[in-house]
Every structure is written in C-alpha cells, then in structure tokens.
C-alpha cells in the first residue's frame, strides 16, 4: 500500500481518514497461456470474471467513497496484479494528552474477512522503507498531520475455529504545531507575562486589583474562542488544557494576593496596631528574606520636637510667677489674674493639641507598619508566584520537549 494523503483525524470519533493505493497480487495456478503463440504478456479482464480475494482493512468503519476501477491485469503466468485507491475511514485510538506536541501510532489490518490462514496467507510484498518512501513522493496533502512514519509486523489472530493472516501496518502520524502554538500558547504566554509585570504597580494602588481583574476578563474571553481549536475527548485530558487551567488559576491567586495586600495595607490601620509578633516575624526576619530591610522609626524625632514649647511654657509661667512674688501684692495681683488664666487656657490647649498630635502619629505609625508588612508579604507572594510559575512551566515544557524527542 502506499499513503496518498492524510484527509483529517477525527478526536471526538477517534476516526483516522486516509488515501490509499492498496496493491493486491496472487497467482492462479493453473492459469497460463504461451506469451509468443498469443503476441502478449498480459491482459486486463474485469474483475467479476475471475476470482478476486476477499481482502479488507479490519478497522474500517465507513463505507469506501473512491471510485472504483473495473479491471485487474492477469499475466501468462497467472498472476494478477490488482491496484485500486481506497479512502479508509479507520478507528485508531488517539492519544491527546500531549497535544499539539502530539504523535499519533494508528493501525491498518490488511486480511481475509473469510478465508482462514490455511486458505489465505497475507505477506507483505515491499519492505517499510520501500513503501515510506513511496508514500511521501506521492504525499499530496500539506495540512496538519505530517506522515512520520511506517511500520509494519506479519501477524496471525487466533480464534477458536482457526486462525487468520494479516499483515498489520501501524500509520505514525505527527501533528505540526505550529498553528497551537501561535494560536494558543504565545498569547497565553503575553497575558501570564502581563500579570507577573503587574506586580510592579504599587500594591496600594486599587488600580493593581481592577488592571488583575481585567486581565482575567480577557483571558477568559481568549479561553472561550480558542475552545474551539482544542480536541475534545471523553477519556484524557490534554497537557494543554492544564496548561491553560494554571495560567488562570496563577491570574485569580495574584489577583487574591492583590486584594489581600490591599486589605491589610488600607483596612488594617483603623483597627490597631501592628501585633508584636507579626512585626517581629514579619519586618524583622521576612523582611531580611526579601531584601527589604527594616526602616528607621520617625515617631522620636516628632515627639521631641514637640518639647521645646512646652519647656518655653513653663519658664514664661514661672518669670512672671516671680515678678508676681516680688512685686507689690495687691497692686499687681488684678492685672496678673487674666494674663495667668490666659497662660493656663493656653497651655491646656497646648497639651491638647499635643495629646491630639500623639495620637495622630501613633495611628499614621501603625499605619506605616502596616504598609510595611503589606509591602513585605506582597514580595514575599511575588517570589512565591514566580517560583511556581517556573515551576510548572518547566515541567510542562519538560514533558512536550520528551514528546517531540521521540
Ligand atoms: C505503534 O503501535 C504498535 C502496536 O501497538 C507498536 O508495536 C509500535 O511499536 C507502535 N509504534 C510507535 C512508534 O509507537
């Protein structure tokens, strides 16, 4: 036989279309005639007129479309060459795990359908070689399943009354990915690579969580067009489609990552500070994991800022208490009376104010250890992320790469 073309591979069917010149010969015994007495070495003679062998392909499994051709060529030796095209329709187990990387190994069992071994006794007249050779001179179709290669084994199948020759040739099929890759993997590849850049964008920033969420927006609507180029079938799942299932899990997560950071960076302030232990473990140890080393605390430099007028406060109170002193006592003491009044007015609102100030650093302090801690576990997840992006990665890359060295 030799392989024409390779008209398509069904996955949902599991159905194999292909062409072929299939060439049958044998001999009558008994037939002959003398080549000079009768001026030729062969004749054509139609096909109904003699005695023609009843074989098939076992896995066929849709009625044969080709046209048919009449006559078969008869020899004075009796041997008759029979060729005629067949389009085969033939079950093959396909294997889409490693899809588009894939290569598929499908069968085509030449035998009698009748006739047991005894009867009738297939062999193989060419060699494989021969007939890849042949096949991919011929070769008309260019489209998505390259012929890879042929094997072929001589084989018997035993059965209770008998047993039946065959000759098996396994078709090796490759698909070419390009196509996939274009279409599916590099794009995929873009919107991941987005989403890792992403993590450059502030955490503060709600922008970052809605510029996740549109990220996964898109990729979904990428999801569901390409959904069409994928193979379906009920048994495996293709590498593929996990492929495509962490690239969406790794969006949701870092868009959950996203919204916790936000959390404890905008949320948490309100609530109280920063616990002991989350602030040792995390400015002091993560933060070193990270490269982010602890920063210098501000809140001392504003407190003793705040001093020097109290001090000046209390030396003006204490002058005039002693002017008051050395003075004349009633003369003095009505005048005294509102400026001192005034003083202490003064000076409680100063602690006031002061008290309020306190307060307004101890939140914004809490605050700013907040942000730290957020800062700290966001890189502390970017390093995470991008370690199992790798991860998975390589391991998928890994397995296709096994694939295509076969
Ligand atoms: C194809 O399948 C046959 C039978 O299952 C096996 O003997 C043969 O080695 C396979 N060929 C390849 C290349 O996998």
Not at 106 to 124: D, N, P, R, W
Not at 214 to 232: A, Q
Not at 233 to 242: A, S
Request: proline letters at 5%.
């Amino acid at each position: 036989m030799t392989v024409v073309g390779i008209l398509g591979v069904d996955e949902k069917a599991q159905a194999l279309t292909t062409f072929l010149w299939q060439v049958l010969e044998w001999e009558i015994e008994g037939l002959s005639w003398d080549e000079k007495e009768c001026g030729t070495k062969r004749v054509s003679v139609p096909r109904e007129n003699i005695w023609i062998p009843d074989v098939h392909i076992a896995e066929f499994m849709d009625e044969d479309t080709s046209p048919q051709t009449p006559y078969v060529y008869l020899y004075n030796t009796g041997h008759v060459y029979d060729d005629k095209p067949i389009r085969v329709v033939s079950s093959c187990q396909l294997v889409i795990y490693t899809f588009p990387f894939d290569i598929q190994n499908c069968t085509l069992t030449f035998g009698s359908y009748l006739h047991f071994a005894g009867e009738i006794k297939v062999i193989q007249s060419i060699t494989v070689a021969e007939v890849l050779e042949e096949s991919r001179q011929v070769i008309q179709t260019e489209g998505e399943w390259e012929l890879f290669d042929i094997e072929a084994a001589q084989t018997t199948l035993e059965i209770d009354d008998g047993s039946y020759s065959e000759v098996k040739y396994y078709i090796i099929l490759r698909r070419r990915p390009t196509l996939y890759v274009v279409n599916l993997l590099i794009p995929s590849c873009f919107l991941i690579t987005v989403d890792l850049f992403s993590f450059m964008l502030p955490p503060d920033s709600v922008d970052r969580s809605s510029f996740k969420m549109t990220l996964i927006l898109g990729y979904t609507v990428f999801l569901i067009i390409m959904n069409d180029l994928l193979p379906v079938t009920g048994e495996t799942t293709p590498l593929i489609n996990v492929f495509f299932c962490i690239s969406l899990a790794l969006m949701v997560a870092s868009l959950l990552e996203t919204v916790l950071i936000t959390n404890i960076q905008y949320s948490s302030r309100q609530y109280s500070a920063v616990p002991h232990w989350i602030s040792v473990v995390v400015l002091r140890y993560l933060a070193v994991v990270v490269c982010l080393p602890p920063k210098k605390k501000k809140s001392n430099r504003i407190t003793v800022s705040l001093h020097p007028p109290a001090t000046v406060n209390t030396i003006i109170i204490s002058t005039r208490d002693l002017q008051s002193d050395s003075g004349d006592t009633p003369a003095v003491k009505p005048p005294l009376d509102p400026t001192l009044d005034e003083l202490r007015r003064l000076s409680r609102d100063l602690t006031a104010i002061r008290l309020q100030m306190e307060k307004h650093f101890q939140g914004s302090k809490s605050s700013n250890e907040w942000q730290m801690v957020g800062t700290v576990i966001d890189r502390l997840l970017f390093g995470v992320y991008i370690v199992f992006i790798s991860a998975s990665f390589i391991t998928i890359i890994c397995i296709w790469s096994n694939v295509m060295g076969v």
